[in-house]
């Protein structure tokens, strides 16, 4: 990658960009049954033997239902002027359906208040996986009546928040939630068949579409959109069958959602390798999915090479890894941005996940991440090559800002810029964190100085 300092880098970008960090609820929250929060179907998970790596839950996590006021504290210490989090469904309306839950709405209330106050743009995810429980009892997403409940639930969240909110997010990587959750079934609810995840999948746009149509109705002023896990596919080798494979990878990854989200059909290539577990759709389903989108959120992590068996030796790549065992590739974001500016008409984009986990050690209150430091700075670098080649991109947000629950991975796998010591939940700054605190004070260095408008970065408060 070109070695940029950091403020070249920094004046890539311009001065109204989203900067932020990312979290999601039921990974740092806990609290997971006070003030009558309802369970949801990764509490249920959880309690399988052997299906957590470490055997935990998310009971208590970050224990941020109760510390968030620390937290706030400490996400504008970073000088960040974005910050995305999630509504726990079964927190705010614990059945999914019928009653709701002041209490929990309360503690987004005053969570989005002081995030106002800090001069924090709030970026809300109506659902990052985690369905109430009551729902996955008669069917949960593959149950065509869980697209209305979400339909009421996103439009009541919305009537209560958009007057303070940036924007709203409908679903967070609904591949994940069909394909880990309902295929191989790795995820809570851990269906494993692939008729019921693609039906799935269906809902889940299908509610995204809706959704946006009934909160636009309501005189919504924030910006609506769905956030999409994507990673380009190489083949491993040029071998037909591999070729084959990576085809269909790269359809019911990226294309199997962006094309009904932005051209209105599902792509037919899938739709034959599918056969008979394709989705049974209405007529209209896929004119309701086709909404306009104020931004498209993208999560990036890595590459994918695909091979014929379907399951590539990140050794054989020879690239450095995370802890996650995924290949450290940042030229894949640039590669990914500039295929989906080419191949759709898209909104503006905001990464809104990117960062790496690692085996840290908080030793004497320092936290020394370097491979997450370059990790960082690398993918910044790469959207900033995407900008250059004409990429609206809006925004850039770290996953994540502290250690959590990293799903069916437990605690074992550290993901935030803060580390989180989960016996005291002690917070302590990693390297990373005070590295992009460092690179978000540094302005944007005008290149014409005469008109070089506002840095509008957060104020110090
Ligand atoms: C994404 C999830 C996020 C986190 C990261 C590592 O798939 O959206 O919650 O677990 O991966």
Redesign the pocket.
């Known amino acids: 990658m070109t070695d940029l300092n950091l403020s070249e880098l920094k004046k890539k970008f311009p001065t109204n960009f989203a900067w932020g960090v990312a979290t ?1 609820a039921f ?1 740092i929250e806990g609290a997971g049954k006070s003030d009558g929060k309802g369970l949801s179907i990764w509490d249920k998970f959880c309690e399988q033997p052997g299906v957590i790596a470490d055997g935990s839950d998310g009971m208590n996590a970050c224990d941020h239902y109760n510390r968030w006021e620390q937290d706030i504290q400490m996400i504008a210490d970073l000088g960040v002027n974005t910050y995305r989090l999630s509504v726990s469904w079964p927190r705010v309306q614990p059945d999914g359906q019928g009653a709701w839950n002041d209490k929990g709405m309360d503690f987004y209330e005053r969570l989005i208040d002081r995030l106002l106050e800090k001069n924090i743009s709030p970026s809300v995810t109506l659902n ?1 996986w985690d369905l109430p429980d009551s729902l996955q009892q008669i069917g949960g997403w593959a149950n065509r009546d869980t697209v209305h409940r979400f339909v009421d639930y996103a439009r009541n969240v919305a009537s209560k928040l958009s007057d303070r909110v940036y924007s709203f997010t409908t679903h ?2 609904p591949w ?1 939630i069909s394909h880990l959750g309902h295929e191989s079934g790795i995820f809570a609810p851990g269906i494993k068949h692939r008729g019921i995840a693609t039906q799935v999948s269906h809902h889940l746009l299908l509610s995204h579409g809706l959704a946006l149509q009934a909160i636009r109705a309501d005189q919504c002023n924030a910006k609506l959109g769905i956030v999409l ?1 994507l990673a380009p596919m190489h083949p491993a080798s040029p071998s037909p069958a591999d070729l084959k494979k990576t085809k269909i990878e790269d359809g019911r990854l990226l294309r199997w959602y962006l094309d009904p989200l932005l051209k209105g059909h599902y792509p037919e290539d899938v739709l034959d390798f599918l056969g008979t577990d394709a989705p049974q759709m209405h007529s209209g389903d896929l004119l309701n999915i086709q909404q306009p989108l104020d931004f498209l959120g993208v ?1 990036y ?1 890595s590459r994918s090479v695909v091979t014929a068996e379907g399951t590539w030796d990140v050794a054989k790549g020879g690239l450095p890894l995370t802890d996650m065992n995924w290949e450290i590739y940042p030229q894949g974001l640039t590669e990914l941005l500039t295929r989906i500016h080419k191949d759709y008409k898209v909104p503006p984009i905001y990464i809104t ?1 990117n ?1 790496a986990a690692f085996k840290d050690e908080a030793v004497k209150g320092l936290v020394h991440d370097k491979q997450r430091v370059d990790y960082l700075k690398d993918h910044i670098t790469a959207v900033a090559s995407a900008i250059d080649q004409g990429v609206p991109v809006a925004g850039y947000m770290v ?2 800002l502290m250690d959590n629950f ?2 069916a991975s437990g605690y074992e796998k550290r ?1 935030g810029i803060v580390h989180v010591n989960f016996e005291t939940q002690a917070r302590t700054l990693k390297d990373s964190a005070k590295w992009y605190q460092q690179f978000l004070k540094l302005p944007k260095l005008d290149t014409d100085h005469a008109t070089a408008p506002k840095i509008d970065l957060p104020q110090e408060s």
Request: charge should be negative.
């Open positions: 999601s990974q990052h967070n990587e994940v896990n999560n992590y996940e960062g996953w994540s990293e799903w993901f």
